[in-house]
């Protein structure tokens, strides 16, 4: 079974700055996937970003990257310049080959300061 | 390009009654699921099918039914609607390319508010 954990219920950034929210997975296979979604208060489920396990190069979407530490079971998302637009709930999630489902942590809720 | 789309967007039930929301999604995709969001606890799996005919449960599945007759559809049904079933729910899908799954992102449809009072 895959867990996620997201440690940071809430955080916030200054308008501009980068912020990083952390994540750790914890999953007993060895070829697996893990995704990054955003949640703003309309509700949507968007996805930011994905990175496949085998590959060693941190995944990044323009303004978003990922550190994805593979020994640690570590997976967090940096959000350079951040705009008021990032605010939102982020979710980790994992999920293996297969016909495994998609796991998510519990969220971590990010404000934008202008 | 409808994707999935999910009714109704709210509803409110009394306790016991019976209950179904309906996802449908027109990508053809092999994989869908229901999730229920509630505060502090993120997003937990409640059923999920890998294909027409098959499903399977997930973390929180009792008090749910699912079925999967068409590729399309993946309505949940609440038989007997408890006060703790008061959630959000969302429905996802994902495509099922040749050599496997997990690396497909999930298209999550817009939720369903329910309130049993």
């Known amino acids: 079974a895959q867990t996620v954990t997201q440690s940071q219920p809430e955080m916030s950034v200054q308008e501009a700055e980068t912020v990083t929210l952390s994540c750790t997975y914890d999953?007993?296979?060895?070829?697996?996937?893990l995704f990054w979604y955003k949640q703003p208060p309309s509700r949507q489920m968007i996805l930011v970003i994905r990175?496949?396990?085998?590959?060693?190069q941190n995944a990044t979407e323009n303004r978003f990257s990922v550190n994805f530490q593979k020994a640690a079971k570590s997976f967090s998302l940096k959000i350079s310049d951040s705009q008021l637009g990032d605010a939102a709930m982020y979710f980790c999630?994992?999920?293996?080959?297969?016909?495994?489902?998609?796991?998510f942590g519990k969220g971590t809720r990010l404000s934008v300061i202008a | 390009n409808a994707g999935v789309t999910q009714t109704p967007k709210f509803q409110v039930l009394k306790t016991g009654q019976s209950m179904t929301l309906q996802c449908a999604q027109d990508?053809?995709?092999?994989?869908m699921s229901w999730y229920r969001q509630d505060p502090g606890m993120g997003l937990r799996l409640i059923h999920y099918?890998?294909?027409?005919?098959?499903?399977d449960q997930g973390e929180v599945p009792n008090g749910y039914n699912v079925s999967r007759s068409t590729t399309e559809d993946f309505p949940l049904r609440l038989l007997s609607a408890a006060p703790s079933q008061t959630s959000v729910y969302f429905c996802?899908?994902?495509?099922?390319?040749?050599?496997?799954?997990?690396?497909?992102?999930?298209?999550f449809g817009d939720g369903t508010r329910l309130s049993i009072l």
């Open positions: 999630a994992s999920r293996g080959s297969g016909n495994t489902p998609l796991v």
């Open positions: 999953t007993s296979e060895s070829d697996y996937y």
């Open positions: 990175q496949e396990a085998y590959k060693q």
């Open positions: 990508m053809n995709h092999e994989y």
């Open positions: 099918s890998v294909g027409a005919g098959i499903t």
């Open positions: 996802a899908s994902s495509p099922k390319p040749p050599g496997g799954t997990g690396g497909q992102p999930q298209h």
